[in-house]
């Protein structure tokens, strides 16, 4: 049922676009349909004693519906039309009478939906003589004059929700970029940050081991070549959620990077001399995709920063799967925190809260233990139903 939920609702989602990339083809099918609805009255037989359905009138009925093509280009303008043509049909053919007034409203709507508030006033304004005059040259009874007070009274309403709503959907669309961005961000801002730090390691080791050691020399350069190959990659494959059209509906991209690649990430950061070492306790499992990508980014901030600023001889990275949490903890034996430093950190240690906030966790760091050190410490949790959707 929620399979069946969902895709009636890609499906009305992809016809609403096409409609919105189309609004001429749209407001002539509504013109249409309008059409079809003033064309019963012509076609269901009539007592002889009210005026005859004849072929002029019903022409004169379908010039009150043609203004409604041009109702989103010049909605006040097609108002007047649609009014002055109903005016014409009752004073000269006097043909068979609508149930409703289906050009008028469909009018009103777009007015209320799509118009600044001075023509929504006046509009407002005009319906205050136009109704009572339409009733007058009608029936002139109370009853008729309440009805269409109502139904005008309805289709401004109705098209004032209908712009609420799409101003909604455009603030909620707007937030939703702006996730994105600062998604990608996090995403440049890590494999950036992780793959530039390393090669300038290896960059700056490259002359001292030329003199001393050709054959390290060689592999500080593989290294590097083989770090910016990574990120290139990993761009490409990040960057490729960008592109518009480029691949057919369905096509599988690429995964992001997950625990399965984390012995290759720390392959990379002993290339540049630090001794990395990695430790796992308890039960490993799967896990959502999300949330592997999310641990191996936390770990590639942590290893970056280990890189850049701690000077540091030794990184641990351990993994502790506990029942319904995984924990991960980064330390090594750098100069720690530096003195006076910034309570929320860089970007980065920023970064790795709001990976770890994304899914219900929490992320600290801080002098490692006995005040020696950097650590960071991640709290990540794996409910049953997330691992089991995993497998």
Known sequence: MAGLRGKLRGGWGRLRGRAAARPLL??????????GAMTMPFLVPRDPALPPATWGAYGLSTLTVLPLVWRRRAPLTVLFAVLAANALYRLTLDGP??????????????????????????TGLLLLVAVPAGVWLN?????????SCFVFAAAYVFGRLT???????RVEAERAAARERARIARE??????????????????????????PERAEAAFDAISATGRDAMA?????????????EPDGSPR?????LAELPALLDRVRGSGLDARHRAAGRVRPVPE?????????VQEALTNTVRHAGARTVTVELDWEEHELGIRVTDDGRGPRPGAARGGGHGLVGMRERAAAHGGTAVTGAGPDGRGFEVRVRLPLTPAATEGAR
């Open 139 to 147: 029936t002139r009874t109370a009853r008729e004059l309440t009805f």
């Open 26 to 35: 749209v407001d002539l099918g509504i013109a249409l349909l309008v059409q």
């Open 163 to 169: 712009d609420a709503r799409q101003r909604a959907h």
């Open 97 to 122: 009478g609508q149930p409703l007034p289906y050009t008028g409203l469909v009018a009103v709507y777009t007015i209320a939906a799509l118009s600044p508030a001075p023509r929504r006033l006046l």
């Open 234 to 246: 990993q761009l490409r494959r990040m960057l490729g959620v960008l592109r518009d059209g480029d």
């Open 290 to 298: 999300a949330v592997g990508a999310t641990v191996y980014r936390i």
């Open 254 to 258: 690429a995964p992001q990077p997950g």
């Open 188 to 213: 440049m801002h890590d494999i950036l940050s992780h793959a530039v730090s390393l090669m300038i390691v290896q960059a700056e080791a490259g002359p001292v081991a030329v003199r001393a050691a």
